[in-house]
């Protein structure tokens, strides 16, 4: 069974697939609460499922880009679970996930747009059903033509006038771009566009 879960953005989307099928999923209806959430999601769809961490196979996470507290989260319970059991852990761009999304209703060509704060969104533009751009960090500005999906669009409606759905990312669509190798699998390391707000204190200085 391969568990997937992604904490790139305010929400938690967990969800659990059997070979076939995503068989449970769990979204937190909580923002910003990613280790709080993340743990009784996963306890959520093995339950569902009528499963154990025993019977995974594999891990799928995304890894950004993201906040760095969220995304912090998702990667190290990844890598501990995988450790613990033995298990492959196969990181994608939840940009990407979303764009999955996107494709499976029916976009061609279109950007996504995750909430980078600092008033600056993640973007990243598709076509044909391959990313050609991106992602990067930009701040908002001039309007943009095609379609839009992901909470960028919301929060900045006078640049992307044109949004679309998903808002967030899923798991159950991180769980067929897995098994389907729709987009790149990547190592589960943080995919991060810029330093984190947080930074190691310097060097006191000497007193004189």
């Known amino acids: ?32 609460r990613h280790g709080e959430m993340l743990a009784p999601g996963i306890e959520e769809v093995l339950a569902a499922a009528g499963a154990t961490a025993a019977d995974l196979t594999a891990i799928a996470v995304g890894v950004g880009p993201g906040p760095f507290t969220g995304l912090r989260v998702g990667l190290v319970t990844a890598r501990t679970l995988a450790l613990a059991r033995r298990l492959p852990v196969h990181g994608v761009c939840s940009l990407d996930v979303l764009a999955a999304e996107a494709v499976d209703a029916g976009l061609d060509e279109f950007c996504v747009a995750t909430d980078a704060r600092r008033k600056e969104v993640y973007l990243a533009s598709y076509a044909g059903g391959r990313r ?18 992901g909470r960028g669009a919301r929060l900045y409606p006078e640049s992307f006038p044109n949004p679309s759905d998903p808002e967030h990312p899923s798991a159950a669509v991180l769980c067929d771009v897995v098994q389907r190798g729709r987009f790149e699998i990547l190592p589960p390391e943080p995919l991060y566009l810029r330093r984190p707000d947080a930074v190691e204190p310097g060097k006191p200085k000497r007193v004189s």
């Open 132 to 149: 050609v751009s991106g992602p990067e960090v930009v701040r908002p500005g001039d309007p943009v033509d095609t379609v839009v999906v």
């Open 1 to 32: 069974m391969l568990l997937a879960f992604d904490t790139a953005t305010p929400h938690v989307t967990v969800a659990l697939h059997d070979g076939d099928s995503v068989v449970a999923s769990y979204e937190s209806e909580e923002s910003m």
